[in-house]
């Protein structure tokens, strides 16, 4: 029987990773892995969701999506119309995210600065995934998963999509693509690529992405209040800028 990793990953990212095109109000890509323990995840991490779910719909299947909730829309509409109910629902899910169990590795690209240093600059995306993927491996060996096979989860994006994101995951665990003066032994460790529909009502993948966008935000405009972030700084693993 395979011998299964105590971890799981959970990954989403926040801005285009384009380069062709910059968006000069959100220049920055953001990929953030959230690393939660399996027994922590079922005990702890999605019973916290559920009662929260619970408490302000009636039911489970919302899915916390941080564009939705900033803007209240869709299901989080309610929350425009009555401010106490409004701070009451951020109250709550600061708590979730505080009191949660997990670590986030996570990576950043100034995409202006990137594309004044490099002549030639390498994708953004591919960028931010190896050095998360770098990171994933040390917290992997210094908490004993040696050996061990880790799914890391990433929502689906379209079939070309994933297809090259599947291709690059790949390359680098396999050591195909190495760069910078550290080569990383990734045979330590099983990494496998999971894809998972955007109707998958997954609790990771909803940290994933609650954490993705502060953690831009704050490498964008690093002295604006950001709460979110000050919440997702005590669960940091490490975060890294570029360039």
């Known amino acids: 029987m395979t011998d299964f990793s105590d971890y ?9 990773h384009s380069l062709k095109t910059i968006d000069m109000d959100f220049p920055v890509f953001s990929l953030s892995f959230c690393i939660v323990a399996k027994n922590e995840y079922t005990t702890e991490v999605v019973p916290a969701v559920q009662n929260l779910k619970f408490k302000y719909w009636g039911h489970d299947s919302v ?19 009555d401010k106490t109910l409004r701070e009451s629902f951020y109250e709550d899910l600061h708590t979730v995210m505080k009191d949660a ?3 986030v590795i996570a990576s950043t690209v100034d995409k202006i600065k990137h594309k004044e240093k490099y002549p030639d600059p390498w994708n953004p995306y591919e960028i ?4 998360c993927l770098e990171r994933l491996l040390l917290f992997l060996c210094e908490n004993g998963q040696k050996n061990k096979l880790i799914h890391v989860i990433f929502e689906c994006r379209g079939k070309a999509e994933d297809a090259e994101l599947e291709l690059k995951f790949r390359q680098i665990v396999s050591g195909k693509n190495s760069w910078g003066w ?21 609790t990771g993948l909803q940290f994933a992405d609650l954490t993705a966008r502060p953690i831009a ?11 979110a972030f000050d919440t997702i700084l005590t669960k940091m693993g490490v975060i890294k800028q570029f360039p």
Not at 8 to 16: I, L, M, Q, T
Not at 182 to 202: G, L
């Open 8 to 16: 799981v990953v959970y990954v989403d990212e926040s801005g285009d």
């Open 63 to 81: 899915i916390l999506h941080e564009h939705e909730i900033r803007k209240t829309k869709g299901d989080f509409a309610f929350l425009r119309g």
């Open 101 to 103: 169990p997990f670590t």
């Open 128 to 131: 931010a995934l190896h050095f």
């Open 182 to 202: 550290i080569k990383r032994d990734f045979s330590a460790v099983q990494m496998e690529p999971v894809f998972a529909k955007k109707a998958i009502n997954s």
């Open 217 to 227: 935000l704050n490498t964008l405009r690093p002295k604006q209040p950001n709460r």
